[in-house]
């Protein structure tokens, strides 16, 4: 026996959290509209056209240890449709190119001095074993490493290549974000990348939410959010109203606030929490670089602090026989790079790649995207366990699956899966209790 329940719930957002809750709220019987404020779904994992491929804006892998993620690939048909593949790790400092994968990678690397390579190789060993039983949520992740590793070590080689990630404040970012991050990737050789794309994960979520009877709106930001205990009002364009029982928003916090509505974001918590953007260079280029899938790129005069190779992943065969690369820098949104002209940020770190890599000539530069988001890593306080936002909001009928609400997971798809079937449990719960819907046989 399925139970529909005629109380209708929106869910903002068409990123996979708003994907994965539309989807479990609408197989459960829950008469669901997903509203969109793009014209496509997929959040930060959405796509672009290249040819007659959709290609990442941003690149995306799965990692062995996304359970969450992968139970719901199998919901939808598409657990067997990833592909597992070894991967390599690069480290480019001062503009040299090192491997960084093996004892002896290590011992060969010549940025740290013969001691600290032995001292970095022990420390790495022992790092998950003597974090364990620690509160890493009150350490700072400074102070954990430089005590572990020594202050060149944490100077040289930990507070430029974590630091690309949260800014300058990457060593009060509390250890335990490290700490997790380090147990998603304990296997990093191994690294999923779907058959066909993260845009076939969207496509299949998408057919089974409306097989289930639910919407979805594309194009519809909600412009405007009230709520009390009694249910929730969204304005839409063009002045539409939907009043609905429940709502469950994945937008960033600072986003969400800028819709609510006065008495709503009084209610609202986390008005301090920081966020960095990104911007990302997208390369097809006519040859391989270095065949490592991710390489930090350290103290090299380029406006980018990464590289991640993708078709050493996917292989080049996806993309025409491109190869697919990436580039990219975390930055505050109100940066000057963020503010920065497309095409000049692609001939910039293009030139920059090119110092990187002097075997790429301009002519196996086949083409260049450059992508920015505002909102994709909240840069956790200390303590930030206890002072996490909690997904309901006291006296209101909304609820909250945000990154913000992620941690100490990493931000992922599979933590934004975890949280999503997490808040669907208790709007399910509060639905039922109040919901007099039809049963259905
Ligand atoms: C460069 C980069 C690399 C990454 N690499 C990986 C990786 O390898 N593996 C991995 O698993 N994860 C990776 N991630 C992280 C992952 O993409 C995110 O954690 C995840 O996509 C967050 O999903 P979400 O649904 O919570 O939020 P989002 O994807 O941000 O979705 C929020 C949605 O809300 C919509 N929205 C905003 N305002 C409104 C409004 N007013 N009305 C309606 N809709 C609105 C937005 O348009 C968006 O679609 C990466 C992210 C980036 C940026």
Known sequence: MTTTFSSPVA???????????????ARRGVRVTLLEAGDQLGGLGTFFSHGDQAVERFYHCVMPTDADLLALLDEVGLKDAVRWRKTTMGMVVDGRRHRFNSALDLLRFT????????????????????GSGRDLDLLRTEDWLRGLY??????????????SKFGPSFGDVPALYLWQRLGRERNVATRGYPDGGYRKIID?????????????????????????????????????????????????????RRLADDELAERLPGSDLRYQGV???????????????????????????????????????IHGGANLVYVMRYTDRSSRLYHGEPDRIAAQWTNQLRDLFPELRPEDVESVRVFKAPFVEPVYPLGYLAARPP???DGTSLFLATTAHVYPDVTSWNSSVKLANHVTGLVFESLGRQDTGERVP
């Open 11 to 25: 869910v903002i957002g068409g990123g996979i959290c708003g994907l994965a809750t539309a989807h479990r709220l």
């Open 111 to 130: 940025p740290l001095r013969l001691h600290e390579r032995v001292r970095f190789g022990l420390a790495s060993l022992m790092l998950r074993r003597w």
């Open 150 to 163: 020594g202050r060149r070590i944490w100077e040289e080689f930990f507070a430029p290549m974590f630091g």
């Open 204 to 256: 299949a979520l998408r057919a089974s939410i409306e097989d289930a009877g639910g919407t979805i709106r594309l194009s519809t930001p909600v412009d405007r959010l009230s709520s009390t205990t009694g249910g929730c009002s969204l304005t839409l364009p063009g002045g539409e109203v939907l009043d609905v029982d429940k709502v469950v928003s994945t937008v960033p916090l600072p986003q969400l």
């Open 279 to 317: 911007v990302t260079g997208v390369f097809f280029l006519r040859r391989r670089l270095s065949g490592h899938y991710w390489t930090p790129v350290l103290r090299s005069g380029t406006g980018f602090d990464g590289v991640v190779e993708m078709s050493a992943l996917t292989g080049t065969g």
């Open 391 to 393: 997904v309901t909001v």
